[in-house]
């Protein structure tokens, strides 16, 4: 899978139980999905349509580092999936868990906000990158 982005837990990100709050969580892997699928696309022209379910398996306390990887699952004509997976970083031991997956769709929009599709190009070597993968 591919880093896209890292986080860390701050205090003003906490909920109950002196966890993230998961809302926040969901904000980060919205936003490193958007990033991704809009470099997978090459537009900044992309919107959330969907996300499947969302797992929290794991809490994340106040000064942990979360990493947030994606990968490719799927392309359409005008819309792409992706599977999200955020994992906390333990600096002592230099592993990662999985704390939140996830599978989410983006689409290509125009400038009205109508779906657009992608470059076919673009398509056929995402394909052919998910298919060595
Ligand atoms: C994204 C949006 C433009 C898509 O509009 P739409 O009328 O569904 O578009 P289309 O029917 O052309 O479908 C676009 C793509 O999404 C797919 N799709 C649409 N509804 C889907 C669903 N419920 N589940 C899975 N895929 C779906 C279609 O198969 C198509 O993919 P493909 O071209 O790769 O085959 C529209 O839903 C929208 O503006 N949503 C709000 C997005 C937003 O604001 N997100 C931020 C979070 S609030």
């Known amino acids: 899978m591919q880093l896209i982005s890292t986080k860390i837990c701050k205090t003003s ?7 993230l709050f ?7 892997i919205d936003e490193a999905g958007g ?4 470099s997978q696309c090459c537009t900044p022209n992309i919107l959330t349509l969907k996300m499947y379910e969302v797992i929290f398996k794991l809490p994340v306390k106040v000064n ?19 599977l999200i997976e955020a994992r906390r970083f333990d ?10 997956s996830t599978i989410m769709l ?10 657009s599709p ?3 190009q673009l398509i056929e070597k995402i394909k052919k990158s998910i298919n060595k993968n």
Request: charged letters at 20%; proline letters at 2%; aromatic letters at 6%.
């Open 13 to 19: 990100d906490i909920g109950i139980n002196n966890n």
């Open 22 to 28: 998961g809302g926040k969580m969901l904000q980060w």
């Open 35 to 38: 990033v991704m699928a809009s």
């Open 64 to 82: 942990e580092h979360i990493r947030i990887y994606g990968k490719v699952k799927s392309i359409g004509s005008t819309s792409i999936s992706l």
């Open 91 to 100: 600096f002592l031991k230099q592993t990662e868990e999985i704390v939140c």
């Open 106 to 115: 983006f689409v290509k929009v125009d400038k009205n906000g109508k779906s």
């Open 118 to 120: 992608i470059n076919p």
